[in-house]
């Protein structure tokens, strides 16, 4: 089947961003990631795109820096590959329309945001991208506040590291979003889900 076949209200949209910092009203967005999921959590499309904030770059906490320095993250964006964030939004809308993800859709058809602790994912976008998650079903499918549930509910299992491909991430939005991803899929090889065969990792 092919993704824009499938009835979107099966599908999660994934997404993870990187920001100068913890507070919507006060930082900037740098990079965003999305994935879109099969209901078997296999990968159907992935974008990323690096953000150039408006100048002056907002102050971010020396660790903040210390961490977007050492990924890579500020470089490209000083070297100019980065883009508007209106720009950015719209290229991401593009992508998702090509799975049925478009603000026109039936409330309860919308697909459920994706990610680890996605609240703070959503909180961002709620300010700086509201044609976003005018996209997007209210709810969200927290997939670190699953895996909490379950470590009190099952403490026998264990749990492998957040991990891309063995390396651990190193705070770029792709990865971090595919190693939630990863997670889910460890989940429902636990509680004996159905899962899709493979998911690209690359790219």
Same mark, same amino acid.
């Given at each position: 089947?092919?993704a824009r076949?499938?009835?979107?209200?099966?599908?999660?949209?994934?997404?993870d /961003?990187?920001? #100068?910092?913890?507070?919507?009203?006060?930082?900037?967005?740098?990079?965003?990631?999305? /994935?879109?999921?099969?209901?078997?959590?296999?990968?159907?499309?992935?974008?990323?795109?690096?953000?150039?904030?408006a100048?002056?770059?907002?102050?971010?906490?020396?660790?903040?820096?210390?961490?977007?320095?050492?990924?890579?993250?500020?470089?490209e964006?000083a070297?100019?590959?980065?883009v508007?964030?209106?720009?950015?939004?719209?290229?991401?809308?593009? @992508?998702?329309?090509?799975?049925?993800?478009?603000p026109?859709?039936?409330?309860?058809?919308?697909?459920?945001? @994706?990610?680890?602790?996605?609240? @703070? +994912?959503?909180?961002?976008?709620?300010?700086?991208?509201p044609?976003? #998650?005018?996209?997007?079903?209210?709810?969200?499918?927290?997939?670190?506040?699953?895996?909490?549930?379950l470590?009190?509910?099952?403490? +026998?299992?264990?749990?492998?590291?957040? #991990?891309?491909?063995?390396?651990?991430?190193?705070?770029?939005?792709?990865? +971090?979003?595919?190693?939630?991803?990863?997670?889910a899929?460890? /989940?429902? #090889?636990?509680?004996?889900?159905?899962?899709?065969?493979?998911?690209?990792?690359?790219?």
């Open positions: 089947m092919k076949d499938m009835p979107y209200e099966n599908i999660y949209v994934g997404i /961003i990187e920001t #100068t910092g913890l507070k919507p009203a006060e930082g900037a967005i740098l990079e965003i990631a999305t /994935i879109v999921i099969s209901p078997e959590l296999g990968e159907l499309g992935a974008y990323a795109i690096v953000v150039a904030p100048k002056p770059l907002p102050a971010m906490h020396p660790r903040v820096r210390e961490m977007h320095e050492a990924n890579g993250l500020l470089a964006i070297a100019g590959r980065g508007p964030l209106e720009l950015a939004i719209a290229r991401v809308r593009r @992508f998702w329309a090509r799975y049925g993800v478009v026109s859709a039936p409330a309860g058809q919308k697909p459920p945001l @994706f990610g680890a602790s996605v609240q @703070f +994912d959503r909180a961002w976008l709620d300010h700086h991208c044609a976003l #998650t005018a996209c997007l079903h209210y709810r969200n499918a927290d997939i670190s506040g699953m895996r909490e549930m470590r009190r509910m099952r403490p +026998d299992w264990s749990w492998a590291p957040p #991990t891309l491909g063995g390396r651990a991430s190193a705070h770029r939005a792709l990865p +971090d979003i595919r190693a939630s991803l990863r997670l899929r460890e /989940i429902g #090889t636990k509680v004996g889900g159905r899962l899709a065969v493979e998911v690209p990792w690359a790219g």
